[in-house]
C-alpha cells in the first residue's frame, strides 16, 4: 500500500537529531484514537451495555490480526537479533500456555473480556460481528506489514507509544461506569501497560538508527500517521455500527 508522503518538508534541510526526531514521533499523539468521539464517549460513561459489547467484539478482529502482522514483519527481518526480540510480540497475543494465566497471551484475555462483558466465545470468535469497515482497515494494516521494508513496517507499530494512557483511562473509568462488567475481564488492558512499554523501546531504537534524513524521517512520520488513521477508521467503522 502506498503512503502519501507529505508535501510540508524541505529535503536539504537536515536531519533532525534523535532526540528530535523522537519528539516530532510522539508529537502525533493528538491523532490517537484516545481522542476519538466515540472512546471518549466510552471512557465517560455514555456507552450502552450494546456498544460496549459491539466495540469488544469489533476490536476483537484487530487483535486476531495483530500477530499475522507481527509474523509478516518477522519474516522479513534478515537480522537473527531483531527476530529474537519481534517474536516476543506474537506469543504474548498468540500465548504459549493454555487457558491459565498470562500465558494464555492477548487474544484469550480479549476472550475473556468478552465474556465479561456477555458475550461467548463463539460469538466473538465467529467475526460475525465484525463490521466491514473494520475488517477492512486491519487488513490493510497486514497486508502493509507484509509487503513494507520491515523497518517501515516497526515504525508503523509506533503506535504503541501512546497505548499506555488509553489502557490506564479504562482501568480507572470502567469500573466506575461498567460497574455490570467483572473486573477479571480487564485484564488484558493491565497486561499491555508493561509490554508496550517494552515493544517502543525496540521500535523507536530502530525507526531512530534507520530514517536518518530529512526526508526519510518525514517518511516515518507519515508512516506513523497511516497508522493513526487505521486505529482511527476502525473507531468510525464501530460508531456506526454500533447505531
Not at 64 to 70: A, E, F, G, M
Not at 146 to 164: D, G, I
Request: net charge neutral; glycine share 6%.
Amino acid at each position: 500500500m502506498e503512503i502519501a508522503q507529505s508535501p510540508c518538508f524541505d529535503a536539504s534541510r537536515s536531519a533532525w537529531s534523535p532526540a528530535e526526531f523522537e519528539r516530532q514521533l510522539r508529537a502525533k499523539g493528538t491523532a490517537y484514537h484516545i481522542h476519538h468521539p466515540f472512546n471518549v464517549r466510552m471512557n465517560q460513561g455514555g456507552c450502552t451495555a450494546d456498544e460496549i459489547r459491539c466495540w469488544v467484539a469489533n476490536r476483537f478482529y484487530y487483535q486476531l490480526c495483530i500477530p499475522r502482522k507481527d509474523a509478516a514483519i518477522l519474516a522479513n527481518m534478515p537480522d537473527r537479533a531483531h527476530r529474537r526480540l519481534w517474536v516476543e510480540r506474537i506469543l504474548d497475543h498468540d500465548g504459549y500456555g493454555d487457558y491459565q494465566g498470562c500465558a494464555a497471551g492477548g487474544m484469550e484475555a480479549w476472550t475473556q473480556l468478552g465474556l465479561a462483558v456477555g458475550l461467548s466465545r463463539e460469538e466473538l470468535w465467529s467475526l460475525q460481528g465484525v463490521a466491514p469497515a473494520v475488517r477492512f482497515a486491519c487488513d490493510a494494516y497486514v497486508n502493509f506489514a507484509a509487503k513494507a521494508p520491515w523497518q517501515e513496517a516497526v515504525c508503523s507499530s509506533l503506535t504503541e507509544m501512546f497505548a499506555p494512557q488509553i489502557h490506564k483511562d479504562r482501568l480507572a473509568s470502567w469500573p466506575l461506569h461498567y460497574a455490570w462488567i467483572e473486573p477479571e475481564g480487564l485484564t488484558y488492558f493491565r497486561s499491555r501497560i508493561p509490554l508496550a512499554s517494552r515493544d517502543v523501546e525496540h521500535g523507536l531504537a530502530v525507526t531512530i538508527t534507520h530514517f536518518t534524513t530529512r526526508q526519510a524521517q518525514h517518511r516515518a512520520l507519515d508512516i506513523l500517521q497511516f497508522k493513526l488513521d487505521i486505529l482511527w477508521s476502525m473507531l468510525d467503522g464501530i460508531e456506526k455500527a454500533c447505531v
